[in-house]
């Protein structure tokens, strides 16, 4: 089983409609994040969170939230999905000191249409 | 925010040629780390950089972390077409507290061409 599995690994949804992708992780880090990929813009950060209690903002964080269920969840939500939220979403775990970097998940391909 | 500057971003060679690809911060860097993503992959880690001026090779990877700590390169001898991807560097924060997340440099997009 992989380290960091995401769900699901593809979506089509609607202008306007909520969904909500899911990670979640198996190497008892403390620390995820969730990051956007589009071409030409590497990986940008949306939320991230050190533990259950501290969840912060990235740089891209609106029209974005999140959710940390337990030490290994940690889900992103679009509450109302728009076309330019199409890309690639990955979600990452790491150690406090990342000294192995971090761990990404096979990310998830949403289209908003 | 910290920035991380990566060039080229896109770079074609013929298989045999070597490639290098290069990121520059404006501030000093505690670290530099270095990933791979395959196409249609995920990034996966390849090497952490620390120290002023070091150097470290897997393989035919060559990395390198300058002496100011603003800038690194991954050089890529005699490139094979397993090398296709693109690279990422990525750096957190120099006075980073408790804020330690990565900055992603926006990659090299790497064709091998047989």
């Known amino acids: 089983d992989a380290d960091v599995t995401q769900t699901p690994r593809n979506r089509i949804t609607k202008t306007g409609k909520r969904i909500m992708l899911e990670c979640s992780q198996t190497k008892g880090h403390d620390r995820m994040y969730w990051y956007r990929q589009d071409p030409g813009l590497g990986l940008r950060l949306i939320y991230y969170?050190?533990?259950?209690?501290?969840?912060n903002k990235g740089e891209i964080s609106d029209g974005y939230s999140v959710s940390r269920q337990a030490q290994a969840k940690f889900s992103l939500s679009l509450e109302s999905a728009i076309p330019n939220q199409t890309a690639l979403y990955f979600c990452?775990?790491?150690?406090?000191?990342?000294?192995?970097?971090?761990?990404f998940g096979s990310g998830t391909r949403l289209t908003v249409v | 925010g910290q920035q991380v500057m990566q060039i080229p971003q896109y770079q074609h060679v013929q298989e045999g040629e070597d490639f290098t690809t290069y990121c520059n911060s404006s501030?000093?860097?505690?670290?530099i780390q270095w990933y791979k993503q395959r196409p249609g992959g995920h990034p996966v880690f390849l090497i952490q950089l620390v120290k002023s001026g070091e150097v470290k090779k897997q393989k035919r990877l060559t990395f390198q972390f300058g002496e100011a700590k603003k800038n690194s390169s991954l050089h890529i001898t005699a490139t094979q077409t397993t090398d296709v991807g693109t690279y990422f560097c990525a750096a957190p924060p120099y006075l980073s507290g408790s804020a330690r997340q990565l900055t992603f440099g926006s990659g090299t997009q790497l064709t091998v061409l047989p």
């Open positions: 990452a775990t790491s150690d406090l000191n990342y000294n192995y970097g971090y761990t």
């Open positions: 969170s050190f533990d259950v209690k501290d969840i």
């Open positions: 501030t000093t860097l505690s670290n």
